[in-house]
C-alpha cells in the first residue's frame, strides 16, 4: 500500500518546533480586569462633606463662646460630675443585671408563683417611665416616715433615701426589668438538649444553668447588654431630679452661675460622647470574643476597617 500513514507526517517533512511562533502563540486573548467604578460612592462622600461644611458654618455664626466651652471642659466640677455619672451608671447596670438574671430564672421557672410575681415585676417597671420611678423612690419620706424592719434595721426615711439611693433604686429596678427579659431571650436561645444531657450526667439545675445554659446564652446577652448599658449613661441625667450631682447637673449649675448656660451643654456633650465612645469600644471586643467559635471569621477590629477602606480606595493597576 502505497503512500503514508494517517497522522504521520512524510519524510523530509519539517514537523513543528517548540520555537515556532504558531505554537508558542496562545489562541486566546488574555483577560484584562477593569475594576467597577463606583462614582455614587464619590457623590455620597462630597454630599455629606458638603452638609458637614453647611453645619459646621452654621455654629460658626453662633454666638458660642467656645473658649469657655474650653476652659471649663476639665474644671473640678465637671470632671466630679463625670465621675459621679459612671458610678451610679455601673452600680445601676450592675444591680440591673443581678435582678435580670434571677427574675429571668424566675419567670422560666415551673412554678406558678415565682413566675407571677417576675412578670408583674417586669409590666411595672418596664410599664412607668423612670423619671416617674425617679421621682418616687425620692418621694418616699411623704407615705412612709420611717423604715421600719423590725429589729433588722429601722430609720428615717429621708435619712436612708439620699439622692444616690433614690438613682440607684430608680435606675437599677428599671433596668432590671429591661435585662429580665435579655437574659430570658439569651437562656431560650441555648438548645433543651443542653439542659437534658446534663441532668443525664447528675448535674442539679442550678449548676446547669450556671457551668452549661448561661456561659452559651452571653453569645445572645452581652450585646443587647452593652446597649442598655451605654444608653444608662445617658439616662443617668434623669437623677438631676433627684439631687444627684452628676454630669448634667453639674454643668447646669455652672452654666447658671456663669451665664453660659448652652456652652456647658456643649461641654456636657462632649463628655457624653466621649464617655459612650470609650464604652463602646470596650462592649465590640467583648463582642468579638464572645463570637469566638460561633462564627467562621471574626469581626473586623477598628483599625482592621480603616485598612480595608484605605486599601479599597487604591486603584489596582491593570496590567
Known amino acids: 500500500m502505497s503512500g503514508t500513514s494517517a497522522g504521520r507526517a512524510p519524510k523530509g517533512a519539517a514537523g513543528p518546533s517548540a520555537g515556532d511562533p504558531a505554537v508558542a502563540t496562545s489562541p486566546y486573548e488574555a483577560i484584562r480586569a477593569i475594576p467597577v467604578r463606583h462614582y455614587g460612592r464619590w457623590v455620597a462622600a462630597v454630599v455629606v462633606v458638603a452638609l458637614l461644611g453647611w453645619l459646621a458654618y ?24 463625670v465621675w459621679h455619672t459612671v458610678l451610679i ?42 423619671y416617674v420611678q425617679l421621682l418616687m423612690w425620692f418621694n418616699l419620706s411623704l407615705i412612709f416616715h420611717t423604715i421600719n424592719l423590725g429589729p433588722i434595721y429601722k430609720n428615717d426615711t429621708v435619712a436612708v433615701m439620699t439622692p444616690f439611693v433614690a438613682a440607684l433604686l430608680g435606675l437599677g429596678l428599671n433596668e432590671g426589668a429591661y435585662m429580665a427579659e435579655i437574659v430570658r431571650a439569651g437562656i431560650q436561645s441555648v438548645d433543651e438538649g ?35 448599658f451605654i444608653n444608662m449613661l445617658k439616662t443617668s441625667s434623669l437623677v438631676s431630679v433627684v439631687q444627684y450631682s452628676e454630669l448634667l447637673r453639674a454643668t447646669s449649675d455652672i ?65
Not at 453662633?62 to 460630675?81: A, C, E, N, P, R
Not at 470596650?282 to 467559635?293: H, I, K, M, S, T
Open 58 to 81: 452654621g455654629f460658626s455664626q453662633g454666638k458660642i463662646l467656645w473658649s469657655t466651652v474650653g476652659g471649663k471642659l476639665f474644671d473640678h466640677t465637671v470632671l466630679t460630675g
Open 89 to 130: 451608671s455601673v452600680c445601676a447596670m450592675a444591680m440591673g443585671l443581678v435582678l435580670g438574671v434571677l427574675f429571668a430564672v424566675m419567670r422560666l421557672s415551673k412554678n406558678p408563683v415565682t413566675g407571677g410575681v417576675s412578670w408583674l415585676y417586669i409590666w411595672f417597671f418596664r410599664g412607668t417611665p423612670v
Open 194 to 228: 443542653q439542659t437534658e444531657a446534663s441532668h443525664a450526667l447528675g448535674m442539679t439545675s442550678a449548676r446547669t444553668m450556671r457551668r452549661i445554659v448561661l456561659p452559651q446564652a452571653m453569645r445572645v446577652i452581652i450585646p443587647p447588654t452593652g446597649n442598655e
Open 255 to 319: 452654666g447658671v452661675s456663669s451665664n453660659a448656660i448652652m456652652e456647658m451643654y456643649f461641654v456636657a456633650s462632649i463628655w457624653y460622647l466621649v464617655l459612650t465612645s470609650v464604652f463602646s469600644v470596650g462592649q465590640f471586643y467583648l463582642e468579638r470574643r464572645y463570637a469566638r467559635g460561633s462564627l467562621r471569621s471574626l469581626p473586623l477590629t477598628p483599625w482592621q476597617k480603616v485598612r480595608a477602606n484605605l486599601t479599597t480606595l487604591r486603584r489596582p493597576k491593570v496590567a
